[in-house]
Protein backbone atom coordinates (compact mmCIF):
# COMPACT_ATOMS: atom_id res chain seq x y z
CA UNK A 1 0.00 0.00 0.00
CA UNK A 2 1.34 3.50 -1.19
CA UNK A 3 2.63 5.78 2.01
CA UNK A 4 2.63 9.84 1.72
CA UNK A 5 4.71 11.88 4.00
CA UNK A 6 1.71 13.22 6.73
CA UNK A 7 1.68 16.86 6.15
CA UNK A 8 3.39 18.13 9.72
CA UNK A 9 0.13 20.12 10.58
CA UNK A 10 -1.52 16.79 10.78
CA UNK A 11 1.01 15.09 12.78
CA UNK A 12 0.89 17.71 15.42
CA UNK A 13 -2.80 17.60 15.71
CA UNK A 14 -2.80 14.03 15.73
CA UNK A 15 -0.39 13.60 19.20
CA UNK A 16 -1.93 16.51 20.79
CA UNK A 17 -5.58 16.01 20.34
CA UNK A 18 -5.00 11.69 21.24
CA UNK A 19 -1.79 11.65 22.86
CA UNK A 20 -2.00 10.40 26.54
CA UNK A 21 0.90 12.53 27.80
CA UNK A 22 -1.06 15.94 26.28
CA UNK A 23 -3.97 14.52 27.59
CA UNK A 24 -3.22 14.14 30.86
CA UNK A 25 -1.00 16.86 31.24
CA UNK A 26 -3.85 19.71 30.59
CA UNK A 27 -6.11 17.27 32.76
CA UNK A 28 -8.36 16.18 29.40
CA UNK A 29 -7.74 12.64 29.97
CA UNK A 30 -12.05 12.39 30.75
CA UNK A 31 -12.94 14.35 27.55
CA UNK A 32 -13.93 13.15 24.53
CA UNK A 33 -11.44 12.64 21.81
CA UNK A 34 -11.54 14.87 18.70
CA UNK A 35 -13.78 14.27 15.80
CA UNK A 36 -12.02 11.65 13.43
CA UNK A 37 -13.21 13.56 10.62
CA UNK A 38 -11.38 16.55 11.16
CA UNK A 39 -7.89 14.40 10.54
CA UNK A 40 -8.92 11.22 8.80
CA UNK A 41 -8.20 12.66 5.16
CA UNK A 42 -5.33 14.86 6.31
CA UNK A 43 -2.77 12.00 7.57
CA UNK A 44 -1.63 11.21 4.39
CA UNK A 45 -2.64 7.43 3.74
CA UNK A 46 -5.95 5.84 1.95
CA UNK A 47 -8.89 6.51 4.46
CA UNK A 48 -9.47 2.97 4.40
CA UNK A 49 -6.26 2.38 6.15
CA UNK A 50 -7.00 4.87 9.11
CA UNK A 51 -7.72 3.04 12.20
CA UNK A 52 -11.77 3.55 13.30
CA UNK A 53 -11.18 3.55 17.24
CA UNK A 54 -10.05 6.03 19.18
CA UNK A 55 -7.80 3.77 20.79
CA UNK A 56 -5.62 2.80 17.96
CA UNK A 57 -5.11 6.36 17.05
CA UNK A 58 -3.97 6.94 20.59
CA UNK A 59 -1.23 4.07 20.65
CA UNK A 60 -0.06 5.86 17.64
CA UNK A 61 0.33 9.59 18.95
CA UNK A 62 2.01 7.77 21.97
CA UNK A 63 4.37 6.41 19.42
CA UNK A 64 5.30 9.88 18.03
CA UNK A 65 4.84 11.78 21.37
CA UNK A 66 8.86 10.67 22.13
CA UNK A 67 9.96 12.29 18.41
CA UNK A 68 9.27 15.82 19.99
CA UNK A 69 11.09 15.52 23.40
CA UNK A 70 14.48 14.12 22.21
CA UNK A 71 17.27 16.57 22.85
CA UNK A 72 19.88 15.60 20.48
CA UNK A 73 20.75 14.44 17.01
CA UNK A 74 22.00 10.84 18.11
CA UNK A 75 18.32 9.97 20.62
CA UNK A 76 16.06 11.83 17.59
CA UNK A 77 17.41 9.45 14.78
CA UNK A 78 17.64 6.79 17.01
CA UNK A 79 13.42 7.47 17.83
CA UNK A 80 12.85 7.71 14.24
CA UNK A 81 14.66 4.73 12.73
CA UNK A 82 12.83 2.79 15.57
CA UNK A 83 9.15 4.09 14.23
CA UNK A 84 10.11 3.58 10.56
CA UNK A 85 11.14 0.02 11.31
CA UNK A 86 8.40 -0.43 13.66
CA UNK A 87 6.06 0.38 10.84
CA UNK A 88 7.65 -1.53 8.26
CA UNK A 89 7.95 1.30 5.47
CA UNK A 90 10.17 0.97 2.84
CA UNK A 91 11.01 3.15 -0.23
CA UNK A 92 9.92 2.13 -3.41
CA UNK A 93 9.52 3.34 -7.11
CA UNK A 94 5.72 3.74 -7.87
CA UNK A 95 5.05 4.71 -11.99
CA UNK A 96 2.27 6.68 -12.77
CA UNK A 97 1.12 6.65 -16.07
CA UNK A 98 4.50 6.07 -17.89
CA UNK A 99 6.57 7.94 -15.16
CA UNK A 100 8.53 6.78 -12.02
CA UNK A 101 7.98 8.26 -8.78
CA UNK A 102 10.22 8.05 -5.63
CA UNK A 103 7.43 6.58 -2.82
CA UNK A 104 6.83 4.93 0.06
CA UNK A 105 4.98 1.38 0.47
CA UNK A 106 3.73 -0.29 3.84
CA UNK A 107 2.45 -4.02 3.46
CA UNK A 108 -0.29 -3.73 6.23
CA UNK A 109 -2.67 -1.56 6.18
CA UNK A 110 -2.64 -1.18 10.20
CA UNK A 111 0.79 0.33 10.20
CA UNK A 112 0.07 3.15 7.33
CA UNK A 113 -0.54 6.24 9.61
CA UNK A 114 2.53 5.26 11.70
CA UNK A 115 4.38 5.11 7.96
CA UNK A 116 3.05 8.43 7.18
CA UNK A 117 4.32 10.42 10.66
CA UNK A 118 7.75 8.49 10.58
CA UNK A 119 8.41 9.45 6.81
CA UNK A 120 7.25 12.81 7.47
CA UNK A 121 9.52 12.89 10.54
CA UNK A 122 12.68 11.77 8.96
CA UNK A 123 12.76 14.31 6.54
CA UNK A 124 11.83 16.88 8.70
CA UNK A 125 14.43 15.84 11.09
CA UNK A 126 16.85 15.57 7.95
CA UNK A 127 16.52 18.78 7.11
CA UNK A 128 16.37 20.57 10.08
CA UNK A 129 17.17 18.34 12.93
CA UNK A 130 15.94 18.03 16.24
CA UNK A 131 15.68 21.84 17.77
CA UNK A 132 12.82 22.47 15.15
CA UNK A 133 10.33 20.17 17.09
CA UNK A 134 9.05 20.25 20.63
CA UNK A 135 7.20 20.05 23.13
CA UNK A 136 4.96 23.41 24.62
CA UNK A 137 6.77 24.99 27.49
CA UNK A 138 3.63 26.02 29.21
CA UNK A 139 2.53 25.44 32.44
CA UNK A 140 0.43 21.83 32.48
CA UNK A 141 0.59 21.65 29.03
CA UNK A 142 3.04 18.92 27.11
CA UNK A 143 1.14 19.33 23.49
CA UNK A 144 3.78 19.35 20.51
CA UNK A 145 4.62 22.06 18.06
CA UNK A 146 7.02 21.90 15.03
CA UNK A 147 8.60 25.05 14.63
CA UNK A 148 8.11 26.92 11.14
CA UNK A 149 9.73 30.59 12.60
CA UNK A 150 12.55 32.31 10.82
CA UNK A 151 14.50 32.10 13.79
CA UNK A 152 13.78 28.75 15.32
CA UNK A 153 12.95 29.96 18.88
CA UNK A 154 9.65 28.92 19.41
CA UNK A 155 8.69 27.24 23.31
CA UNK A 156 4.74 27.28 23.19
CA UNK A 157 2.43 25.23 21.45
CA UNK A 158 0.53 27.99 20.88
CA UNK A 159 -0.53 31.74 21.30
CA UNK A 160 -2.69 30.91 24.36
CA UNK A 161 -0.55 28.91 26.07
CA UNK A 162 2.40 32.25 25.13
CA UNK A 163 0.27 34.91 26.76
CA UNK A 164 -1.02 32.54 29.70
CA UNK A 165 3.20 31.92 30.74
CA UNK A 166 3.71 35.80 29.94
CA UNK A 167 0.59 36.84 32.37
CA UNK A 168 2.62 34.65 34.97
CA UNK A 169 5.64 36.23 34.86
CA UNK A 170 3.78 39.20 34.67
CA UNK A 171 1.81 38.63 38.15
CA UNK A 172 5.07 36.95 40.16
CA UNK A 173 7.01 40.37 39.36
CA UNK A 174 4.25 42.66 40.23
CA UNK A 175 2.05 41.30 43.29
CA UNK A 176 -1.05 42.08 43.63
CA UNK A 177 -2.28 44.26 47.02
Do not use: K
Not at 124 to 144: F, P, W
Request: with cysteine; hydrophobic share 40%.
Amino acid sequence: MPVSSMPLTALVDLVNGWGSTPRLEAGEQEWPYPAQDRIRDRLGVPSASVPETDEALVAVADHLHPVFTVLDVASGAATVNTLLSSSGVRPALQHVGEQLREGWVVDQAQYAVLAAAAVALRTHLAEYGVTRLGTCAGRRCADVYVDASPVGNRRFCSITCQNRARVAAYRTRHPGP
